[in-house]
């Protein structure tokens, strides 16, 4: 399968396993810190939420669903069966992830980093870019010598699509690239 934007060939999991491993992970983060998720009325939930909404619309926009039909760029059918959610967890550390199911959490302490709107939509864009390029579940990452450089191929690539995600969303992305300095 190829990674969109960077047509890099790469195996990955089917969207089926994606999507077990993604719920079984996050059931189990809800289960342990669940505590510690805002709720849906917090206002940095519902600031990211609003934000990440423009970004995964961008997603569908800028990744068609049946891709291109010459087989000559990735595929993203599955994108689009995604349910995509952002999560905020209430901990002082700089830190976000993505799950291959299109869970993407955000700690406070991140956001407390951030201060504009496109810096965030950035951080969102980056960990939806990890979704589309469908790092987590890459076979590489399963073995024991996946290494430095292509876990900073996944994240250049990351940024990649991230910053097209950005702009297909409509956000200034000049004005985001303070988010990459952290």
Known sequence: EKVPCTDRVHWVSSPLLRSLIGDTIFETIKEKRGHAFLGPSDLNTVRVRLIASAIFRGAHDL????????????????????????????????????????????????????????????????????????????????????????????????????????AAAGFDTDEAHGSWGL
């Open 63 to 166: 990744f068609p669903r049946d891709g291109d039909r010459d087989n000559k760029k990735a595929k993203t059918t599955a994108l689009h069966d995604l349910k995509w959610e952002v999560i905020i967890f209430n901990n002082e550390k700089a830190k976000a992830y993505s799950l291959p199911n299109g869970k993407i959490v955000v700690y406070t302490g991140l956001l407390n980093c951030l201060n504009t709107d496109a810096e965030i939509a950035a951080l969102i864009a980056h960990e939806a870019g990890h979704v589309v390029a469908k790092h987590n579940t890459e076979f590489s990452r399963m073995i024991p010598f996946h290494d430095k450089l292509a876990s900073q191929r996944n994240e250049m690539e990351a940024d990649l699509i991230g910053l097209k995600l950005l």
